[in-house]
């Protein structure tokens, strides 16, 4: 099974995509995925393989492919298990390989993809002091997990967290951070304008720039100038 997956992502490998996704990641010495490795492969292409094996791959065949250099194998991996959570299965044992593995996922497409329909949808009904344990991480990855997890209550018109997290994230000094909190603003802003506005009135003076504009972009031109000038 684990030959069969490597053995068609390999086949899959296109070396001017992956020229391109190094770049666009930020793989280069002191950028933020330095070192990730990329064999060049689009999401549908990953999708399909996913779905080909999500049913049958073990965990400890899972884990394998978490720990490779190849950032599209630890995106499948990822990926396999957002659809066998989708499903109903293994969904604490799935939950507990992501907080035992965030080292490895560890740029924003992994985050993104699959944090709000694993970590986020697991603690929907739980305790959710993991996430600001995680939003007070050293390591840039937990903390973005800890704001992309928010998401899934978000659309349960559920607020809390994601607001006390963005508090607490407000003087974070990464800008993918900065992108992360303001985007999930942006999604209140989607379900309750006036809670966002509530949020804006509140730290918008405090907020960094690029935060300040994600969490602003659904609003009309009125608010928007006015929020800016305020900065």
Known sequence: MLNLIKKELNQLANPIRAEH??????????????NDVFLGLTMP????????????ITLSDTQILIESKYHEFRMCALVMLVY???KGMERKEIYNFFLKNTKYINNWDLVDVTVPK???AYLIDKDRSVLY???????????????????????NNDFKDALNI???????????????????????????????ENFLDK????????MLRYSIERLEEKKRLSYLKKT
């Not at 999708?47 to 094996?53: E, G, H, L, S």
């Not at 993918?176 to 999930?184: E, N, P, Q, S």
Request: aromatic share 10%.
């Open 21 to 34: 996704s190094q770049r666009f990641f930020k793989t280069g010495p002191g950028e933020y995925g330095e």
């Open 133 to 155: 344990k995680l939003s007070d991480s050293n390591d840039l990855w937990e903390r973005r997990i800890a704001v992309l997890a928010t998401f899934a209550f978000i659309r």
């Open 118 to 120: 694993t970590v986020g």
């Open 45 to 56: 292409e990953l999708r399909v393989v996913a779905k080909k094996y999500f049913k049958k």
């Open 166 to 196: 963005s508090e607490i994230l407000l003087n974070d000094k990464h800008d993918l951070i900065h992108k992360a909190v303001g985007w999930m603003l942006r999604e209140i802003g989607k379900k309750d304008e006036s809670v966002l």
């Open 203 to 210: 730290h918008c003076l405090q907020m960094p720039r690029t």
């Open 84 to 86: 066998k959570y989708e």
